[in-house]
Nanobody, 126 residues
Framework: QVQLVESGGGLVQAGGSLRLACAAS????????MGWFRQAPGKEREFVTC???????????YYADSVKGRFTISRDNAKNMVYLQMNSLNPEDTAVYYC????????????????WGQGTQVTVSS
């Protein structure tokens, strides 16, 4: 098990940017596949992006169509951190954003992740 703590959420105007961070408390962070999910009020939790675990000098990343070209996921294994850079935000991006981790599979399916943070609120005003 790994504890995950998100930070960086807040209120931003449409068109603005935010950078979310997720700190992982594990000595084997590089073994984990990491993902970001979000949940808006009254809606189901949805996939945002994921990044593969360490396997050389590059990582695989995958994005939901709704955020492709605007959001960027990255990780720093030396610091046990994963980041989500969000640009060109719009009100439809308003949600609680969750960091998630698993050691088994590079996945966009929330049920494949067995470690979750508490979430951080992102609110985009129009």
């Amino acid at each position: 098990q790994v504890q995950l703590v998100e930070s960086g959420g807040g209120l931003v105007q449409a068109g603005g940017s935010l950078r979310l961070a997720c700190a992982a408390s594990t000595r084997t962070f590089s073994r984990y596949f990491m993902g970001w999910f979000r949940q808006a009020p009254g809606k189901e939790r949805e996939f945002v992006t994921c990044i593969s675990r360490a396997g050389g000098t590059t990582y695989n990343t995958y994005y939901a169509d709704s955020v492709k070209g605007r959001f960027t996921i990255s990780r720093d294994n030396a610091k046990n951190m994963v980041y989500l850079q969000m640009n060109s935000l719009n009100p439809e991006d308003t949600a609680v954003y969750y960091c998630a981790a698993n050691v088994n599979v590079y996945s966009s399916t929330w049920s494949d992740y067995d470690n979750w943070g508490q979430g951080t609120q992102v609110t985009v005003s129009s």
